[in-house]
Structures are given as structure tokens and as C-alpha cells.
């Protein structure tokens, strides 16, 4: 996939410029180590945002006191221990990601994706999981 067509279909440049002033001075861990996130880190200025840590299930403890493109690495259990205002989701099919991180983290630690889908296509990925669901089923 084109991820710079992605961010572009996607408005990422307005949704950056909005969460740039919104977020300034809050803790923020992005999770998904993936081609999304480097991507995005390669085109944007990330140095606006106070981002303490990347989180990936990929991570484990041996990690710990690894730097993945200049960010801490920490594994998804240590989210919490950090007190982030933010967990972003840094993948392209976040909509599980987010709910499996809402279900292990406080309610005080606010999940969303990294970058906004536009709403056919979130309509349509969640349609087709819904598909890929009841095949499975039959």
C-alpha cells in the first residue's frame, strides 16, 4: 500500500495541524511499530508532540532500554506504568487495536487512531470483518 496516498486520502496534513496545537505538553505513546509510523515519522515533524514511548506487541521485555527511530521501546503491558494522557494507534486496521487497548487501560488514558479514516472507509472495513465474521461461521 501507498501509505503517503493513504495520509493523503486520509487528511492526515489537517488532522497533524489540529492534533499539534490540541496536544501540546500531554504524554503520548504511539502503538504500532509498523510502516505507518515510519512513514509518518519520515514526513512530519513528531517533535511537537511529547511522545515518551513506542509500544508494539512485537516488544518484549529485552527491549526495554532499546530506542526504535529515536523513541523508548516498551512492551504493551507497560503502558499504563507510563501515565500517558494518549495511546495513538499508529496501524491501518486500528479499530480492533483500539478496542483491545480500551479494554486493558484506564479510562483515563485516551485511545485513538493515529490517523482518522474517512468514514466509507472505515464503513467498509468494518463491513468486511463483519463478512469475513459470518463466513466463518456457516
Known amino acids: 500500500m501507498d501509505l503517503e496516498f493513504h495520509l493523503k486520502t486520509s487528511n492526515f496534513d489537517k488532522q497533524y495541524q489540529k492534533l499539534s496545537k490540541k496536544l501540546k505538553n500531554k ?11 515510519q512513514t509518518i515519522n519520515e514526513k512530519y515533524d513528531l517533535s511537537k508532540f511529547n511522545i515518551i514511548a513506542i509500544s508494539d506487541a512485537k516488544f518484549t521485555n529485552d527491549d526495554i532500554n532499546d530506542k526504535f ?8 503491558y507497560q503502558i499504563e506504568q507510563l501515565n500517558p494522557d494518549y495511546v495513538f494507534v499508529a496501524t491501518l486496521n486500528y479499530l480492533n487495536v483500539v478496542k483491545s487497548l480500551e479494554d486493558i487501560l ?33
Open 27 to 37: 504524554k503520548i505513546i504511539i502503538y504500532g511499530a509498523g510502516q505507518l509510523f
Open 69 to 76: 527511530l529515536n523513541y523508548k521501546k516498551i512492551p504493551m
Open 106 to 138: 484506564p479510562k483515563k488514558i485516551k485511545i485513538f487512531p493515529l490517523v482518522q479514516k474517512p468514514l466509507f472507509k472505515l464503513l467498509k472495513e468494518i463491513w468486511s470483518e463483519h463478512d469475513l465474521k459470518s463466513a466463518k461461521q456457516k
